[in-house]
Structures are given as C-alpha cells and as structure tokens.
C-alpha cells in the first residue's frame, strides 16, 4: 500500500530552505482517484477508534481532515492560527525550532468526553499536532488516534503523541 502512494508524493529539495526535502502532496491531491483511495483507506482504520469527531490544524489539515470527516459521516472542526477563527476560542502556545507559536479552536467545538481522531498531511516533529491534541483536551475530548498521509519517521513526531494510535499511508525514513 505504501508504494501505491508514494510514487503520487513529489520530493522538492531546498523547499523551503535549504536542506530540507519537501514531501509534496499535491500530486495525489490532484488525481481524483488516488486522492478518493487514500482518504478511503485512512477511513476504514480510523473507522475502528469509533471517532465522532474530526479535528485538523490548517492548512492541510484540512485537506485530509475534512474529507475524512466527510467520508465517515461525522463533522470537521478547524484549529486555526489565532484571530482566524469568528467566534469564541481556546488556545494553546506551542515550541518551534526558533521560538513560539499559538493555535486556537472555538470554545464549544468539542464537546467533553468526546471521541476525537485528528488528522494532518504530514507527521514530523510532532508539535503541531500536540498543539492540536492539547487543544482537544483542554476542551475535555478524548483524543482516540491521529491519522496522515505521511510520516517522517526520523524526526519522531509520533513519540510527541504519547500512546495514542497513530496510522499513516506513506513513512519516510530518510
């Protein structure tokens, strides 16, 4: 399954700095079919965590969280930069390589004790999605897995989300 996707992920060198090697999805995104099959097949694992919720962090979160929701029959809810989202929110300060960031989400988004699996294009570092799973609970939603289209295994951005299950399509170890 892994090459079946892989060969839709564009590697761009020196994006977007130097030295790193950009895993870009557009690609897959662009063929209907494949893009359909992917969110298919993160469906039919998340399926078995018995979400009610998806949760994703913009922007292309939202290009996986939100079809996943979708395909599931459950609702989306957006975690965005702050002063992006109109209504009421919490949010959570988080580390970069080079200092701080902050993300929010509406303060009645996520209803307490419910089942939440968040959702993302890429794992790496894994602080992003901390940021996000600390927002879920801050609101009292039990965060029940994470799923992506892609890992970068070397940067240990699962460990971040303790023991949670995580599922991915595509893992990089390079």
């Known amino acids: 399954m892994d090459d079946q996707y892989r060969t839709w992920i564009r590697d761009i060198p020196d994006f977007p700095k130097q030295g790193i090697l950009f895993r870009d999805i557009t690609p897959l995104l662009g063929n209907g079919s494949v893009y359909r099959e992917a969110i298919r097949t993160l469906a039919d694992k ?40 109109p209504y009421k929110t919490v949010s959570v300060e988080y580390a970069l390589e080079y200092g701080t960031d902050r993300l929010e989400i509406h303060e009645d988004a996520v209803r307490p004790g419910q089942r939440v699996v968040l959702a993302d294009d890429l794992l ?17 939603g039990v965060v029940v897995g994470a799923a992506f289209l892609i890992e970068l295994k070397q940067l240990g951005g699962r460990d971040r989300l303790g023991d949670i299950p995580v599922y991915t399509l595509v893992q990089f170890d390079d």
């Open 46 to 85: 998340v399926e078995e965590w018995k979400p009610e919720l998806v949760v994703g962090p913009e922007a292309r979160g939202y290009v996986v969280g939100a079809p996943l929701a979708v395909t599931l029959g459950l609702g989306f809810v957006p975690v965005r930069k702050p002063g992006k989202l």
């Open 124 to 140: 790496a570092t894994g602080g992003t999605m901390r940021a996000t799973m600390d927002l879920v609970e801050k609101l009292g």
